[in-house]
């Protein structure tokens, strides 16, 4: 697979429905999510008449389990009902402020301001969720490039190489945007960025920032002010080989066995972190999914799980599924986190 440092930047979201959940690493003691019935399926808007979702780039989730779904190929923020509820949309294709090229990443705060990220202008935009709308509040140019936003007690952190460092304080409120973390690996820095691709989510109640690369196999959880409180590297991980072309390009290399690459990341508990690797093997089997549990204390893997959807945003007693099977969908499921005894 060769990329430019545009397409490696790009989030993979890959799913596919599993069965039943199975256990590894002390099944009896780990901490598991036992997934209840689906309450609800979100794959169209409106019903006169029905339009159906475009490609899903990335959800969040309210207080009010007020869905939003980011549509990057038509521009678009989608808002439905925990019921599946169509409610309104906003954004379209366009340079204009509450317009979009490439939005990659949207989240939501703890006030349920939401804010879309745009990649191809760089831009962070800002809404008030008001029930019946998303309002305009603020659109501005951040001149950073990155993969995934999170937003944490007034601030906005973007994760993505930029300057040699790869987190950054968005927040619309600030003069000067502060940057940390070193790159990970030891490559060229086109390689190096194209390793700056993932997640980083914010977690207020331990005051951290957890990044989460895309395909290497270390975690890092900063505080807010860029010092690192511990990294740890995942278990039984098959990584992909990343050569750097003459012409400066970076070809990601598929072993034999396969390799893992992240599809998701969210927070199980205050406490613990899921994160869910694919294991790419060939193009003509979907990806298998594996559920890991990290203890956000010392970054200590805590349990595996097998057989789960592709899951995020939890809001108890809710859960969300992204399920490609039949079209883009927003699966609605209830959900219990089971702590058990090994954290």
Not at 65 to 76: C, K, N, Q, R
Request: hydrophobic share 40%.
């Amino acid at each position: 697979m060769r990329t430019d440092r545009h397409a490696a930047a790009a989030l993979l979201l890959l799913a596919s429905l599993g069965g039943a959940a199975g256990m590894r690493w002390g099944a009896a003691t780990g901490p598991s999510i036992e997934l209840g019935r689906a309450v609800a399926e979100v794959g169209v808007k409106g019903t006169k008449p029905a339009v159906a979702l475009h490609e899903i780039g990335d959800v969040a989730v309210d207080r009010r389990h007020t869905l939003y779904v980011l549509e990057p190929d038509i521009g678009t923020v989608s808002a439905f009902s925990s019921a599946g509820r169509y409610l309104f949309s906003v954004g379209r294709s366009g340079r204009a402020k509450g317009e979009f090229i490439v939005p990659q990443s949207l989240t939501v705060d703890e006030r349920d301001r939401v804010y879309v990220y745009d990649i191809a202008q760089e831009r962070l935009t800002q809404y008030h969720a008001a029930p019946d709308r998303l309002i305009l509040q603020d659109s501005r140019h951040v001149g950073m490039s990155g993969s995934s936003i999170c937003a944490m007690k007034g601030h906005i952190y973007l994760f993505g190489l930029n300057h040699e460092r790869i987190v950054h304080d968005l927040s619309l409120d600030r003069r000067a945007m502060a940057s940390f973390g070193e790159p990970f690996g030891r490559y060229t820095s086109l390689a190096e960025e194209s390793l700056a691709a993932g997640k980083v989510l914010c977690v207020p109640q331990q005051n951290l920032l957890l990044v989460v690369p895309r395909i290497y196999p270390e975690l890092r959880a900063y505080s807010p002010d860029g010092k690192v409180l511990w990294t740890t590297r995942l278990k039984h991980y098959r990584p992909a080989t990343v050569y750097e072309n003459a012409d400066g390009s970076v070809t990601f290399s598929r072993p034999p066995t396969g390799y893992h690459h992240l599809l998701s990341a969210f927070l199980a508990s205050p406490s613990v972190v899921c994160i869910q690797l694919g294991l790419a093997t060939d193009n003509s089997h979907p990806d298998r999914i594996e559920t890991r549990f990290i203890s956000l204390h010392d970054g200590r893997e805590v349990a595996e799980q097998e057989g789960l959807p592709l899951l995020t945003s939890p809001r108890p007693p809710l859960i969300y599924s992204l399920n490609k099977e039949s079209g883009d969908r927003v699966m609605v499921y209830q959900f219990r986190y089971l702590e058990g005894s090994s954290q």
